[in-house]
């Protein structure tokens, strides 16, 4: 068994020394003159989002702290990029997957899933996603991955080439190598943790800004400190936002929040399409909404200096959604106003 989990291990090492890291881009904004942008595109990797690299480290963590042996079939609740990628790392160990996920998930995700050889056990509706992966990994005699609890504790938070020590190493040869801010969307709370932690641990002078959309709990907990509130609501924007507070999210390391309208989300996706030619997930354009919004005052206040965020997933996954114009009238509203307003801002 401890031949087969060092194998395990081995195949998954191998695979990130074999992925070179994703680039970091700068966003060229003529009206932010001395506020320079970078956009960290995640969507590079096999997987195809940020998630791969939080896949890895769910994988490697069960591994190493023995809740993962041979035939042990894994349980995640996710419906999106979380499970695209942890089937990606079952079919690489020779275990089997299975993605628990509401009735309503788009057929383009289970698609993603059942490519790399994943199972799927829907369930009525997301807030039931949870509870039914408990069981099922119960029933079969499986492991729940349970992303939402282990996220904040399986990455290596001191280095290790995580996303933290990547952006900084990257940023070394920039005009302000130390950004002013880094702006990072919560889906489990897992990144913004890292990136917390890491900031403190090597003392840099930068402020984390976690951006929220509408129906998520994050902000309104951050704000009054209560890790109980409930929202009852599914958010929006795919891969960010929870009804409730999960574990892996870390209030005490994030130095500010900022509620994101859905609507500026997707028009921002849009307006970012237009100036690189690019498709990109609506969670990066809640991010990138933050980010304008920031290097904005930062303008007019006569601050030079640099922001980073994240491009946390390609928008090809999203053409029946976001990108569809009467999808998104239908589901997130009138975006007119808000493509206005990046249009003058930029």
Known sequence: MVDWVARAVGKINADAHRSADTHLFKLQVPKLDGVDIYLKDESTHPTGSLKHRLARSLFLYALCNGKIKEGTTIVEA???STAVSE???ARMIGVP???????STAHSKIRLIELYGGKIHY???APKMHDASVELARSIGGYFMDQFTYAERATDWRGNNNIAESIYRQMEFEPHPVPRRIVMSAG???TSATLGRYIRYKSYDTALTVVDPEDSVFYDSFQSGDRTLTSGKSSRIEGIGRPEVEHSFQPDVIDEMMKVPDAASVATIHWLQRRIGRRAGASTGTNLWGVLNYARGM???GERGSIVTLMCDSGERYLDTYYDPEWVL??????SGYQSQLEEWT
């Open 97 to 103: 997957f299975i993605a628990v996920v509401p009735e």
């Open 78 to 80: 996710s419906s999106g």
């Open 299 to 301: 303008v007019a206040a």
């Open 330 to 335: 239908a589901h997130i509203g009138d975006i």
């Open 123 to 125: 369930v009525g509706s």
């Open 87 to 89: 089937a990606y790392f």
């Open 188 to 190: 489990t709370g897992g």
